[in-house]
């Protein structure tokens, strides 16, 4: 078991630019969360999936947010045309569908937009 | 709309005193409550959860809290911290999917 993986764990980038974030869940794992994380906040949710398919979005996943798990196994999170509210802490989460109450999460990719 | 309140944003104690995170928590029909963890430049780890049954719910590093409903409130407790002990704790509440809602956060600070 080598945890949920993210990478980068960190990204500098320029108001406008896109990025674009991995999350490598525990394997065995069906249930895949993305979570933002502010200074002085605790997380919140922005998408799941179950294997490949996205099952909820939070209204604060706007339409520069998107999110993929094509295959059932890792995810991407792709922020287009950034804008300095995005800096944040992305967080991911993963879970067994049978066990979805306990997710364990990845150690974050902390995103700085200038 | 489901939230938590957490009272503390920072507490301080000495190593080897107990100490008590509160949390309150928004009623509803139905409620799971959970208390995470996060240690600097890492990602969350779950201490304990409440679903249902024992109000006395006890979790990892000798940590437990106690659900009460008629205060609605999940407080998290340790009769004696380490210096290790020194991170942010999250307090959250889950509806029908368990998708946690979390609290502000408490920073939990432990002197020598």
């Known amino acids: 078991d080598t945890g949920v993986s993210q990478d980068p764990r960190h990204k500098i980038t320029k108001r406008g630019q896109n990025v674009t974030f991995r999350c490598d869940p525990i394997s065995e794992h069906n249930r895949l969360y993305w979570y933002r994380q502010t200074l002085g906040q605790g997380p919140e949710f922005l998408t799941y999936?179950?294997?490949?398919?996205?099952?909820?979005k939070s209204r604060l996943l706007s339409d520069r947010f998107s999110a993929e798990r094509p295959k059932g196994s890792f995810s991407t999170l792709e922020i287009q045309r950034t804008e300095q509210g995005d800096s944040a802490m992305y967080l991911c989460?993963?879970?067994?569908?049978?066990?979805?109450?306990?997710?364990?999460f990845g150690p974050g990719t902390r995103l700085l937009v200038l | 709309a489901q939230s938590v309140t957490q009272l503390d944003s920072q507490v301080p104690v000495f190593e080897e005193a107990p100490v008590e995170l509160r949390c309150n928590y928004s009623?509803?029909?139905?409620?799971?409550l959970f208390w995470y963890v996060q240690y600097p430049n890492q990602g969350l780890q779950l201490l304990l959860k409440y679903l249902s049954g024992s109000t006395l719910v006890k979790g990892i590093n000798g940590f437990e809290a106690e659900f009460n409903k008629s205060q609605t409130s999940f407080h998290l407790r340790k009769p004696s911290v380490h210096i290790s002990d020194t991170a942010e704790y999250f307090c959250a509440r889950g509806g029908g999917s368990y998708i946690p809602t979390f609290g502000r956060g408490t920073s939990l600070i432990v002197h020598p």
């Open positions: 999936f179950q294997n490949e398919a996205q099952l909820e």
């Open positions: 989460a993963s879970s067994l569908v049978t066990n979805q109450e306990t997710q364990y």
């Open positions: 009623s509803s029909v139905s409620v799971y």
